[in-house]
C-alpha cells in the first residue's frame, strides 16, 4: 500500500515548450502533495506544496507563473513547466501526505511517500 | 542557510560491518526526523523515523539515534549487506515540510 506514482518517468523537449508532470497517489487520499527538484548530487529541494482544491505554496525563489501546479482531486497533483529552458532540466519528484484514509497503521511514522521521480530534459 | 546536514558526501564499509550515516540539524524546532533510502533515477524509500521526544528507535538492521541536546542524529545499519549500498537521505520536519540533508552515498563492499 501506500504507492504514489509519475508519469512521465522521462521527458525530453525543446526548449520553449511546456511539459506537464502528474503525481498520483494510487490506493490513498492526500489532501496535501509536495513538489521537489533534485539537481545532480544535491538534495531534493522543495519547491511547492500542492493542497487540493486551493491554491499551491511556492517556496521562495520558485516562480509560481513557471511552475504551475493543480490538484483538482485527491489522488491527483500536476506540475506544468511553463515556456521550458535548458537550465530547468532536472528531476522532479512529488511526494503525498496519506491523510489517514488508507488503513495503513505505521510503526514508525512516514511523514510522506515519494514518488518514482521524473527527468525532465530540456533542448 | 543549509538546516539540515550531512557532513559525509560518502561512506564505503565492508559486508558484515556496521555502517553509520550521520545528521545535524540546526532548527530546534523541528519535531520528526526520517531517514530515506535513494537509488539513482528513483524517488526516496522511507526506511526509518524518530520523534523528537524520543532517542532512539530500532527495526531490524536499522536503528536511529537522536541527541537533541547536539542537534545530532545517526542511523546504524548492522551488519551491512550489499543492497543497502544506495544514497542515505536525513530529513527533518518543520511546518509540516521536510528539510532534506544533501545525501551520504553508502557502498558496501562485499
Known amino acids: 500500500g501506500a504507492v504514489v506514482s509519475q508519469h512521465p518517468s522521462w521527458v525530453i523537449c525543446k526548449s520553449g515548450t511546456s511539459v506537464k508532470i502528474e503525481c498520483r497517489s494510487l490506493d490513498f487520499q492526500a489532501t496535501t502533495m509536495f513538489w521537489y527538484r533534485q539537481f545532480p548530487k544535491q538534495s531534493l529541494m522543495l519547491m511547492a506544496t500542492?493542497?487540493?482544491?486551493?491554491?499551491?505554496?511556492?517556496e521562495q525563489g520558485v516562480e509560481k507563473d513557471k511552475f504551475l501546479i493543480n490538484h483538482a482531486s485527491l489522488t491527483l497533483s500536476t506540475l506544468t513547466v511553463t515556456s521550458a529552458h535548458p537550465e530547468d532540466s532536472s528531476f522532479y519528484i512529488c511526494?503525498?501526505?496519506?491523510?489517514?484514509?488508507?488503513?495503513?497503521?505505521?510503526?514508525?511514522?512516514?511523514?510522506?511517500?515519494f514518488g518514482p521521480g521524473t527527468r525532465l530534459t530540456v533542448l | 542557510d543549509q538546516q539540515v546536514k550531512q557532513n559525509s558526501p560518502s561512506l564505503s564499509v565492508q559486508e558484515g560491518r556496521i555502517s553509520i550515516l550521520n545528521c545535524d540539524y540546526t532548527n530546534s524546532m523541528f519535531d520528526y526526523f526520517l531517514w530515506y533510502k535513494k537509488y539513482p533515477a528513483e524517488g526516496p524509500t522511507f526506511l526509518i523515523s524518530?520523534?523528537?521526544?524520543?532517542d532512539k528507535n530500532e527495526d531490524g538492521r536499522f536503528t536511529v539515534f537522536l541527541n537533541k541536546s547536539a542537534k545530532h542524529l545517526s542511523l546504524h545499519i548492522v551488519p551491512s549487506q550489499p543492497g543497502d549500498s544506495a544514497v542515505y537521505f536525513c530529513?527533518?520536519?518543520?511546518?509540516?515540510?521536510?528539510?532534506f540533508g544533501k545525501g551520504t552515498k553508502l557502498t558496501v563492499n562485499p
Open positions: 530529513a527533518a520536519r518543520g511546518s509540516e515540510k521536510l528539510v
Open positions: 511526494s503525498a501526505r496519506d491523510d489517514g484514509t488508507s488503513g495503513l497503521v505505521f510503526w514508525s511514522y512516514n511523514e510522506q511517500f
Open positions: 524518530i520523534s523528537s521526544i524520543k
Open positions: 500542492s493542497n487540493e482544491g486551493s491554491k499551491a505554496t511556492y
